[in-house]
């Protein structure tokens, strides 16, 4: 049985005790163990920060750039090896660990070839601003790389691309990163941690793995380090109103849940392409990853005349199935949350399931409420697997209403060929949702899923989503960056711009 060792202070060690068991959930067998018992947090951030940091900041962006390619081509050629790990640790299908993997290196790829662009060793923040009518004295804004640790905190569901998709960004920005990955996956995580150490690609200190609890990480946290967190709204309160967070102002990124809507236009018949579109998408979002994936489709708001045309076109699709969510707690929290949603709903489409009883494998369930606008749970209760809630909605406003019910969304889509609808709807619900994607014929399948996220675009969203913002291309380096102005004569601002 595999126990997953520690990388801290540019060593490997097991944590102490029998740790944490991490499971097949498929058959119900343990894979592996995870303990951070013994882990010195204290010395390991500091060993980040003082080594890792300073090694990764005496590089320029494209030296870093290029470190990013040579990573994205290691665990490219290991590809096959991570496959078989997502199975046993997470169960699914071949294109449920390729979301993952293939997400992971293509990620990495991007922010390789974003980087390469940038010279210096700081980012110089728009124009010069005059402050004085001869130009002797002016201001300038700068980003400056951290001088601490990047911490991520992360969800079970995305081992791979949870890690790169934040760590490509902050090693581009020279900022060490110590990943604690959730407990129930970290395998994946660690193997791929170990993967890049062994192959000597990062300087010393430029990254480091604890698998198992976060124990008292948070009190070790300093001014300059920034937690980046993934995972449910209740974890990141906890975080967010912690001591030392609030003490330091630790700057604190969150990616939580939401109730992502996908929105079909008044004008879209059921016998249209955009129509099996839509119920393809819809389908989809539910089953891949079994539906575990924070930006999977929850509420599926349609035109009142077509909700049984649509409720035709998914469940057709559901039949099929999908893999098993990632463990038994996982299991029961999900089969709670349909019983609860069903209190407010009917029960549109359940897949029948064969499963063996130990497996985790939840029926993929279209649930229908008939009047939303004066339902509750729906619109706040997130089934984190293969679920979700049909909404009919009369006229755009209605539907607009129903989508930022949701609280504050990572994503939306809208599915129409009526310019007016898709532009109401847009600036509609702009305010709560962090990504709109919009689906006309024309664009057919050339759209990038309403899942899928793309690193050139923010990831993100407020309220419950957690208020945070993620990838954006290089917007994302704003993260780990402090940002400070500098007001003086011109030959030092050019000095320091130069340096
Ligand atoms: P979770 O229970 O909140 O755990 C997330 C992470 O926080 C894990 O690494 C967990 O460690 C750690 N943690 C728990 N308590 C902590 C504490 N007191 N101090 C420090 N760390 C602590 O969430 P999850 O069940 O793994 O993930 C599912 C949720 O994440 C869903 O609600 C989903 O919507 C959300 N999610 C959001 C995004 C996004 O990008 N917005 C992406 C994926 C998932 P242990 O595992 O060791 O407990």
């Known amino acids: 049985m595999i126990v997953l060792e520690n990388y801290t202070e540019g060593s490997w060690k097991a944590g102490r005790g029998q740790g944490t068991p991490l499971m097949n959930p498929e058959t119900g067998e343990q894979v592996a163990s995870a303990s951070s018992e013994g882990v010195d947090f204290g010395s390991a951030l500091r060993f980040a920060r003082e080594k890792g940091s300073r090694n990764l900041q005496r590089m320029t962006y494209a030296e870093r750039a290029a470190l990013l390619g040579k ?9 096959s090896g991570y496959f078989e790990i997502s199975r046993a640790n997470l169960g699914g299908s071949d294109a449920d660990a390729s979301f993952d993997v293939d997400g992971a290196i293509y990620t990495l790829k991007q922010y390789a070839k974003l980087g390469a662009g940038l010279t210096g060793r700081m980012l110089v923040d728009d124009a010069v601003i ?28 995305f081992p791979a691309w949870g890690l790169w998709e934040k760590a490509a960004p902050a090693l581009l920005s020279g900022v060490a990163v110590l990943v604690k990955p959730a407990t129930p996956t970290a395998w994946l995580t660690q193997q791929m941690v170990k993967d890049v150490v062994e192959a000597g690609i990062l300087p010393e200190g430029a990254i480091s793995i604890v698998c198992g609890s976060a124990r008292d990480l948070l ?13 449910s709204a209740q974890t990141a309160a906890a975080i967010r109103s912690h001591p030392n967070v609030i003490a330091r102002s630790v700057r604190f990124n969150v990616e939580a849940d939401s109730l992502n809507a996908t929105i079909l236009g008044e004008d879209v018949k059921p016998d249209s392409e955009l129509f099996s579109l839509f119920a393809a998408e819809a389908a989809k979002e539910m089953t891949l990853k ?25 469940s057709e699709k559901l039949a099929a ?6 463990n038994r707690a996982q299991h029961s929290a999900a ?12 029960v549109a489409f359940t897949a029948e399931s064969s499963k063996p009883k130990q497996s985790c494998f939840v029926p ?38 129903l989508a930022n019910m949701g609280q504050g969304s990572l994503v939306a889509s809208v599915f129409s060929d009526d310019p007016a609808f898709l532009a109401t709807v847009s600036l509609g619900i702009a305010s709560q949702h962090g990504r709109i ?21 923010i990831h993100g969203g407020p309220g419950r989503a957690g208020g945070g913002e993620e990838l954006g291309g290089l917007r994302a380096l704003q993260l780990y960056h402090r940002r400070f102005v500098v007001q003086g004569p011109p030959d030092l601002l050019n000095a320091i711009t130069q340096s």
Do not use: W
């Open 71 to 79: 990573i994205a081509d290691l665990l490219a050629q290991n590809r």
């Open 130 to 157: 005059p402050l004085s009518k001869s130009g002797a004295f002016q201001a300038q804004h700068y980003l400056k790389p951290l001088e601490g640790a990047a911490v991520f905190i992360n969800a079970f569901n």
């Open 219 to 231: 009190d070790h946290l300093r001014e300059n380090d920034i937690v980046s967190f993934t995972g």
């Open 290 to 314: 079994a539906g575990q994936k924070c930006t999977a489709i929850r509420r599926v708001i349609v035109p009142r005349h077509h909700a049984d045309a649509v409720v035709r076109a998914v």
């Open 321 to 326: 199935g999908c893999g098993p969510v990632v």
């Open 335 to 346: 089969l709670d949350g349909i019983e609860q949603l069903k209190r407010e709903c009917e």
């Open 364 to 401: 993929p369930t279209l649930l229908l409420c008939k009047e939303p606008l004066r339902a509750k749970a729906v619109h706040e209760v997130e089934v984190f697997g293969p679920v979700a809630t049909l909404m009919p909605y009369s006229g755009v406003s209605e539907a607009v209403t």
């Open 437 to 457: 994607m919009a689906v006309t014929s024309a664009v057919g399948k050339q759209h990038t899923g309403h899942g899928n996220v793309v690193p050139t675009c």
